[in-house]
């Protein structure tokens, strides 16, 4: 794009991520004067990264439990979902954008050409690329709104939307920086904690999930600090070398205090989720008595892959235990490794990794029918710079998508 340091939009958009990009969109459908002012060299570069490279662009079970898939942010969200529903992300992607679209398990949706390229392409095609004005880091808003980026640069207009993005994945241009923008503007932002990551456990307990690198089983987590536990879900678990990863596992992480090294931090496992203590050791002394000559491992072993079986034996100590001649101890303790596996969190999860941000601008601040400032008139603040954060499955994309366009048609009415 020309240079046009001096010129007068009705609408700037800081931010050419995903939320940025969709308002753009939707400014270009109603026929606005507008720019997208994005600071680094290509926009979406987020956007590329999603769904490893395949972008899941939506969830049809979006809008269904707001509360479910975005927690404590669900009832402010719930207004955004409703008035541009994942039904109509999916209209627009392949009626406007012209990308068909593809459901798979969980009503999650990808282009059929399982490449995020297709659709951040898509994006910046719909919009034009003389709408978007890369390598603009915007440092400062003035009144009116005038922005001004940090080679020294201005744009004037009359609306401004706030697409920044948080903190998380910072290579992709969002670093968490960009918050000072809206305190500037007068506006809270609530702790930042990465989400949506995987957990790195003591070196003591890596020795474990080393051994299992790329095994996943389906467990329940529970995230316990100091002894009380913070959250708990079922579902797939995927051992690694540094430790736990997995949808259950990015689910918890968003709960981990960034004190949890000083404070006492673990993730328990329960390889029978359902079953109380009670029922598997009821059901294993039944094993033992039917084959005694078998290893109290290799009977574990109807509960979990037996790699995992042997592995648990051997945090158990009971390795080369036959069922025959087992005691009541090793019992025990095998029955604990199958149900409570303790394994200690070793760091706070970094920003680097987690694909998505949790915090961000006060949802208080912002009113859930258009995403105006309350406190800055004219201001719009969208996508993950505020504080949603949603599942993993094509929920925070989705939330991006409803947000920029309630934001938008507030704009145009
Ligand atoms: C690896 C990975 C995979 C993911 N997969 C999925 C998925 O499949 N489905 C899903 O729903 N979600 C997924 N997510 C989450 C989703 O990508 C984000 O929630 C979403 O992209 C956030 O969009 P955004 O526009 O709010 O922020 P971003 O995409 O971070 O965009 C913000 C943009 O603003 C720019 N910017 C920041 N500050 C300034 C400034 N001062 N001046 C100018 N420009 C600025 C940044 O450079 C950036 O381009 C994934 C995330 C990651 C990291």
């Avoid at 504080?387 to 009415?413: K, P, R």
Wanted: glycine residues 10%; aromatic residues 8%.
């Amino acid at each position: 794009m020309e240079k046009r340091e001096t010129e007068v939009f009705d609408v700037a958009v800081i931010g050419g991520g995903a939320a940025g990009l969709f308002a753009g969109c939707f400014l270009k459908k109603a026929g606005a004067s507008f720019v997208i002012l994005e600071r680094t060299d290509e926009a979406g570069k987020k956007l590329l990264l999603t769904g490893h490279g395949r972008c899941n662009i939506t969830n049809r079970k979006a809008a269904e439990d707001p509360r479910r898939y975005y927690r404590e942010a669900g009832s402010f969200i719930y207004r955004a979902l409703s008035r541009f529903t994942p039904e109509d992300t999916i209209r627009f992607i392949e009626d406007e954008l012209h990308v068909p679209l593809k459901e798979e398990e969980d009503g999650r949706m990808f282009p059929v050409s399982d490449s995020s390229r297709t659709i951040r392409d898509a994006l910046v095609a719909y919009i034009g690329s003389e709408n978007i004005l890369t390598g603009f880091d915007c440092t400062d808003i003035d009144e009116g709104f005038t922005v001004t980026s940090a080679g020294g640069r201005s744009i004037r207009c009359k609306k401004l939307i706030i697409a920044a993005g948080g903190r998380s994945y910072p290579g992709t241009g969002s670093d968490g920086s960009s918050y000072q923008l809206a305190k500037k503007q007068g506006h809270t932002v609530t702790p930042l904690f990465p989400a949506l990551t995987s957990v790195t456990v003591s070196e003591e307990d890596r020795e474990l999930t080393s051994s299992l690198s790329g095994v996943s089983v389906n467990a329940g987590a529970s995230l316990y600090v100091d002894s009380k536990k913070k959250a708990g879900g079922t579902g797939d678990v995927l051992f690694t070398h540094k430790g736990l990863s997995g949808p259950v596992i990015y689910e918890l992480s968003r709960e981990i205090p960034r004190d949890v090294v000083s404070r006492d931090g673990w993730i328990e496992l329960d390889f029978t989720p359902g079953r109380t203590d009670e029922e598997v050791d009821a059901e294993l002394l039944e094993s033992m008595k039917a084959h005694t000559d078998s290893k109290l491992t290799t009977l574990a072993s109807q509960y979990v892959p037996s790699s995992v079986a042997s592995a648990l034996g051997k945090r158990a100590g009971v390795t080369d235990i036959y069922a025959g001649r087992c005691d009541r101890r090793s019992r025990k303790e095998l029955i604990r490794a199958l149900k409570h596996l303790g394994l200690k969190i070793a760091e706070p999860p970094p920003f680097e990794t987690a694909y998505v941000t949790r915090g961000g601008v006060a949802l208080r601040e912002l009113r859930r029918k258009s995403m105006e400032s309350k406190i800055a008139g004219g201001l719009y603040l969208i996508g993950e710079y505020i504080d949603v954060d949603g599942a993993s499955g094509g929920y925070n994309l989705q939330a991006c998508i409803s947000e920029a366009f309630i934001a938008v048609d507030d704009i145009m009415s």
